[in-house]
């Protein structure tokens, strides 16, 4: 049917997020600038929902089933979501995994469930996500083949109402936004390339509070070899990183292909809100697959590269753009790169469900690889500053997704915007902190509704992410439910804290809340300074007390 591999319309459209930013209204000034179209270099086209549902014998059930929750405390806050069938071949490294979370602070909840590809199947994952939501549910963990939500829209990059090309692509936004309203009540006709009355399997309508509440990344292996050993050596590797055996560099690679050339260095500006030492590589003529593929042993923990991409790999311009170089995603398993983390403003880099997808390759690379922030459809991230700002705060690395996504939707998700962004996934585990404060804070209560004369008791861990030991001072502060601070504070320490190299420490604390304590809800801080006085970081949790007892 010839219909061709389109990647990236994206000059045109760099042109309108640029306008973006002063308005958000999808105005750009497009005219001098020609839409780039490309065909991959073996003419390859994307898989399609029905050649991708038909490729595999799915199960036609879906199930769910509770296999592990972190004993004692109260508000869970990550979920992970493993494929049955896959549980128990990974279970120890699994095991492992899911200790490690608790001693960071984390509450855990362990479900298997099915990989049933229709639409009933994945709102029921989904509305299992939204009622753990509203019980304190902060992210989830997809781990093996598990429903995936496919969308399909007509692109408009423009912003100009000129056609673009359909599209139809797997979509985790849908399980990051839990209370927005998504339907399937269309199709695409070829015929007439519109999308006319009738539901095909593939969701095509996204309204209501469409940003995420929730932050997800997935560990989804089965396209790239055998499953069982790639997602045991990525836990693998996780584990590395968390005990300090798998760093590199503290230094960012910004790599940025002919037709960006003009926004180099404002990219590598917001890289910058997160990596202070960064190499830029952008001048037209150096920007080549050989170039590339030799800088991928030059030991730096984040990459962003900015190419013209298909699953399969990137193309990179030289000879004034008149030349294509390629560089494969399967070479990316014997190069074993020395990075950690990327970001793929690649076309379709991350489109998870094609064999060999390049997103998979890098995050599940032999060694080192971690993460990757990318694409299923044509587009890419923008507004940079919006996930390395975060980012660079130490936050998780889901989390910084989740407020980057956040902050496109909630001042309007104009058309434009719905095309660059409808594919972003973030590929691996999103639980990790690549600019992790030196010590974090967190805080579990086991319960947050109380009555004057009952106790408040929480668990604060403090987490030195350092190869030494550090020393640092910790306090808690209390707001009241009229904002002010708590006459009483610290209502805990200061105290100082020793912590040898990545040593973790957890204590229960307890406070009785006092007789005449006025009703509300109370927010409880925990910081950690150094013995200067500057902040390292800092948790909080609310917490209600009632006008009696019972
Ligand atoms: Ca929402
Ligand atoms: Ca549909
Ligand atoms: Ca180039
Ligand atoms: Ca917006």
């Known amino acids: 049917m010839g219909r061709r591999w389109i990647v990236l319309p994206l000059v045109l459209l760099i042109g309108s997020s640029v ?27 994307p898989l399609s929902f029905e050649e991708w549902r038909a490729a595999r014998p799915w199960p036609r059930d879906f199930s769910l089933g509770r296999v592990y929750h972190s004993a004692v405390r109260a508000a869970p806050d990550v979920d992970v979501i493993v494929n049955s069938e896959l549980y128990d071949d990974i279970e120890a490294a699994l095991g492992q995994y899911v200790a490690e979370l608790e001693s960071w602070g984390y509450v855990v909840t362990v479900d298997t469930a099915s990989a049933a590809q229709t639409i009933p199947a994945c709102e029921e994952l989904r509305q299992y996500l939204a009622d753990r939501h509203a019980a304190g549910l902060e992210g989830v963990v997809l781990i093996g ?32 936004d839990l209370d927005g309203e998504w339907a399937d009540e269309l199709h695409y006709d070829p015929q007439s ?20 509440e929730i932050w997800t990344g997935r560990m989804t292996a089965s396209p790239l070899g055998d499953e069982v050993y790639l997602i045991t050596n990525y836990l693998g590797k996780v584990h590395a990183f968390r005990t300090g055996a798998n760093t590199l560099a503290e230094r960012a690679l910004v790599y940025v292909d002919d037709d960006w050339y003009p926004w180099a260095m404002q990219w590598s500006g917001d890289v910058g809100l997160a990596y202070g030492d960064r190499t830029n590589v952008y001048d037209p003529e150096e920007t080549t697959a050989w170039d590339y593929r030799d800088r991928l042993d030059d030991d730096y923990e984040w990459i962003a590269v900015h190419a013209h991409s298909w699953p399969g790999g990137h193309g990179f311009v030289y000879n004034n753009g008149s030349s294509w170089s390629w560089f494969y995603a399967y070479e990316i398993p014997s190069i074993d790169p020395l990075a950690l983390f990327y970001n793929l403003f690649a076309c379709s880099n991350a489109r998870y469900v094609e064999d060999g997808y390049m997103g998979g390759e890098y995050v599940f690379a032999p060694t080192r690889g971690l993460g990757a922030i990318g694409s299923t459809k044509t587009g890419s991230m923008l507004e940079f500053q919006d996930f390395y700002g975060p980012l660079g705060e130490g936050k998780e690395i889901g989390e910084a997704f989740r407020a980057w996504f956040e902050a496109q939707i ?41 009555a004057p004369g009952e106790t408040l008791v929480y668990t604060a861990t403090v987490v030195n992410h350092a190869d030494t030991s550090v020393t640092f001072v910790g306090y808690g502060d209390v707001s009241l439910p009229n904002g002010n601070p708590y006459p009483g504070n610290p209502v805990l320490g200061p105290i100082t804290i020793v912590l040898g190299p990545n040593q973790v420490k957890s204590r229960s604390i307890q406070h009785v809340i006092p007789l005449g304590a006025p009703a509300g809800t109370y927010t ?14 800092r948790d909080d949790f609310e917490f209600t007390v009632n006008a009696s007892a019972g």
């Open 19 to 45: 306008a973006a930013e002063e308005a958000d209204n999808g105005v750009c000034d497009a005219g001098a600038i020609p839409v780039t179209r490309w065909e991959s270099p073996h003419g390859e086209v």
């Open 145 to 176: 083949d598990l429903p995936v939500p496919w969308f399909q829209m007509i692109d408009e990059f423009e912003g100009d109402d000129l056609r673009d090309d359909y599209e139809e692509f797997p979509i985790d936004l849908f399980y990051m």
């Open 193 to 212: 390339q519109q999308m006319v009355p009738g539901p095909d399997g593939i969701f095509d309508t996204h309204e209501g509070g469409m940003e995420p």
């Open 410 to 450: 909630k001042d309007g998700f104009e058309m434009w915007e719905k095309s660059w962004y409808y594919g972003m996934t973030l590929l691996g585990d999103p639980t990790l902190r690549p600019q992790a404060p030196a010590v974090s804070v967190a805080m579990t209560p086991e319960s947050v509704e109380l």
């Open 524 to 537: 409880y801080e925990g910081v950690a300074e150094t013995l200067l006085g500057e902040e390292i970081d």
